[in-house]
């Protein structure tokens, strides 16, 4: 096994744990908008949980990517599909921020609708779906 695997073994692993938390805790802001008074402290309880192991995640996620650009900095070269997954990964880390500030909104009481948190929850999928293609298919 040489390094470059490794690394981006573990690259892929933390990228799955940090999606992970991106499309789960979402839904736990559905869950905390439905839930009885008395549970929404547990529920917000996961929530922070969730998005501290979600940031690490994150983390090393992008650490490890880094490490792979720096092993074979030949990928920057490689087309404008590597150009557009990196502001794919920008958008997430905003993402990733966004849901932390929904954290403290929803403790402090202030709800967006069920809908908004609906819709909200997709962005994740697609935007790993899209990252995911353009890291395998390489289309430009």
Same mark, same amino acid.
């Given at each position: 096994?040489? %390094?470059?695997?490794?690394?981006?073994?573990f *690259?892929?692993?933390?990228?799955? %744990?940090?999606m992970?938390?991106?499309?789960?805790?979402? &839904?736990?802001? /559905?869950?905390?908008?439905?839930?009885? *008074?008395?549970?929404?402290?547990?529920?917000?309880?996961?929530?922070? $949980?969730?998005?501290?192991? #979600? %940031?690490? =995640?994150?983390?090393?996620?992008?650490?490890?990517?880094?490490?792979?650009?720096?092993?074979?900095?030949?990928?920057? &070269?490689? #087309? #404008?599909?590597?150009?557009?997954?990196? =502001?794919?990964? %920008?958008?997430?880390?905003?993402? *990733?921020?966004?849901?932390?500030?929904?954290? =403290?909104?929803?403790?402090? #009481?202030?709800?967006?609708?069920?809908?908004?948190?609906r819709?909200?929850? /997709? $962005?994740?999928?697609?935007?790993?779906s899209?990252?995911?293609?353009?890291?395998?298919?390489?289309?430009?």
């Open positions: 096994m040489n %390094t470059y695997s490794l690394v981006l073994a *690259h892929v692993i933390f990228i799955a %744990t940090w992970i938390m991106l499309v789960y805790l979402p &839904k736990l802001f /559905v869950y905390h908008i439905n839930a009885p *008074h008395d549970a929404q402290a547990t529920i917000a309880l996961q929530e922070s $949980i969730l998005y501290k192991v #979600g %940031t690490v =995640a994150m983390i090393f996620s992008i650490k490890f990517g880094l490490i792979l650009l720096y092993l074979n900095p030949y990928l920057l &070269k490689s #087309g #404008g599909w590597l150009h557009l997954k990196l =502001a794919l990964v %920008t958008l997430m880390v905003v993402y *990733h921020f966004t849901c932390k500030r929904f954290i =403290a909104q929803l403790a402090s #009481g202030a709800l967006k609708s069920l809908l908004f948190y819709v909200f929850r /997709v $962005i994740p999928e697609i935007t790993t899209i990252i995911i293609l353009l890291t395998i298919i390489k289309p430009f």
